[in-house]
């Protein structure tokens, strides 16, 4: 089955400053890339997503990458906001029952200090 | 659009008891979604349901954990009898069919601690 891992586990950076979050897959199948962000005591959010036909995705500050010929993929946030300190995480579907089921990384603690 | 919700919010019993947990997914998706969080194992996928009918259910640990949807609105997991291994954070999540890759909405959770 798809296992994916994240690194850095945890990430510090001075508000301003880019954070990027790497992610590896071993599926090659594997077709969707979603990413979310959960906040304390909040569930994951859907922050930004790409598909296997595509090698990025920007939208406003935040852009992800995809190299499927190496099976990685990155989140790229710029100008960081004290807003932006969460979890993130990556994730990468595995088909199942007719379903893309997700497989999570572990997940990337980020801290935006002012 | 009240998104996914989850109850209790919070919930602590002793090892041995019984433990439901609830979810009333977002109105209209028609998948439903049972994960468990944990600081060693992160993000579990413990079983899903489409359309009421449970689809795979490959990574509920034990025959101690249940779930059931006798309902388009209601999801329950049961853990019977509760373990302190048990302890972690559970979501629900829901999403719409139509596009295969369509986004999970999760719930804020339910933070079990056994005792």
Known sequence: GENVEQHPSTLSVQEGDSAVIKCTYSDSASNYFPWYKQELGKGPQLIIDIRSNVGEKKDQRIAVTLNKTAKHFSLHITETQPEDSAVYFCAASSLSGGYNKLIFGAGTRLAVHP | ?115
């Open chain 2, 1 to 115: 659009d009240a998104g996914v919700i989850q109850s209790p919010r919070h919930e602590v019993t002793e090892m041995g008891q019984e433990v439901t947990l609830r979810c009333k997914p977002i109105s209209g998706h028609d998948y439903l979604f049972w994960y468990r969080q944990t600081m060693m194992r992160g993000l579990e996928l413990l079983i899903y349901f489409n359309n009421n009918v449970p689809i795979d259910d490959s990574g509920m640990p034990e025959d101690r954990f249940s779930a059931k949807m006798p309902n388009a609105s209601f999801s329950t997991l049961k853990i019977q009898p509760s373990e302190p291994r048990d302890s972690a954070v559970y979501f629900c999540a829901s999403t719409l069919s139509g596009a295969r890759n369509s986004p999970l909405h999760f719930g804020n959770g339910t933070r079990l601690t056994v005792t």
